[in-house]
């Protein structure tokens, strides 16, 4: 089993909705996907996944002993997608020994193919609580200064907590490097964040989006495919 850490270096990077098209896109490609959000107080992918109802537990409840898994998991409308919604309290924080404990028994159960988490922007006390399950880390970030300057500062500090395998995904990439960014092509941006390109999501229309995101999940998937061309150096 896969456990895939999806965060940014700040807000506004259009993560949560990235995380949520990317459970859809396995799941459709059939792979078994149990989406976590270790996001506090949002809840915010059971209205990215239409999930019309909270549960009666969350993921902070299971990670806490309060519940089974049985109990937590919400079932989406899209076959082979799972929710364990985020925890109601704003001040969560999980603890290591119980994510790293979670992850080894889905393995063992091999009930699932990905265990894919929703993770908040930045570095803290709840980032490193999801650190055993940073199997991969995507990080995402779009082309603005600030954002690639938060990318790799965050990219850092996961480095230096163990997270050996980093990725990045571009999003809202346009046809042309913003003027502004300081940086003179991608793979110089990429120096600078200090992790090799996931995959890049283009502005514009519906189609383009999931195509973008489907090719994210299968390279996720371990299928070998091509970058999705969107960026024109």
């Not at 985020?86 to 020994?97: F, K, L, N």
């Not at 028994?105 to 570095?123: F, I, K, N, R, T």
């Not at 890049?200 to 390279?219: V, W």
Request: with cysteine; glycine share 10%.
């Amino acid at each position: 089993m896969q456990s895939i850490v999806i965060t940014s270096g700040c807000s506004g990077c259009g993560t949560g909705s990235i995380t949520a098209a990317l459970g859809l896109q396995m799941a459709r490609q059939g792979k078994k996907v149990l989406l976590a959000e270790a996001v506090p107080g949002l809840r915010r992918m059971n209205r990215l996944l239409a999930v019309r109802e909270d549960g009666l537990f969350d993921l902070g409840d299971l990670l806490e002993g309060r519940c089974t898994l049985a109990d937590a998991v919400l079932p989406t409308g899209t076959a082979g997608l799972t929710l364990l919604q985020g925890p109601s309290a704003i001040d969560w924080t999980p603890q290591a020994a119980a994510v790293q404990l979670l992850r080894e028994e889905l393995a063992g159960e091999e009930q699932y193919d990905v265990l894919l988490w929703s993770c908040p922007p930045g570095a803290g006390a709840l980032q490193q609580g999801l650190l055993p399950a940073a199997q991969l880390l995507a990080l995402v970030t779009t082309l603005t200064p600030a954002a690639v300057e938060a990318a790799a500062k965050t990219a850092e500090w996961w480095a230096r907590q163990g997270a050996e395998c980093q990725r990045v995904i571009f999003n809202r990439v346009g046809r042309r490097l913003p003027k502004d960014l300081g940086y003179p092509h991608l793979d110089a941006v990429l120096d600078a964040i200090g992790a090799r390109l996931l995959g890049m999501i283009p502005e514009g229309a519906e189609l383009t989006y999931s195509a973008a995101t489907g090719n994210i999940a299968r390279r996720l998937c371990g299928e070998s495919c091509p970058l999705l061309a969107v960026y024109q150096p």
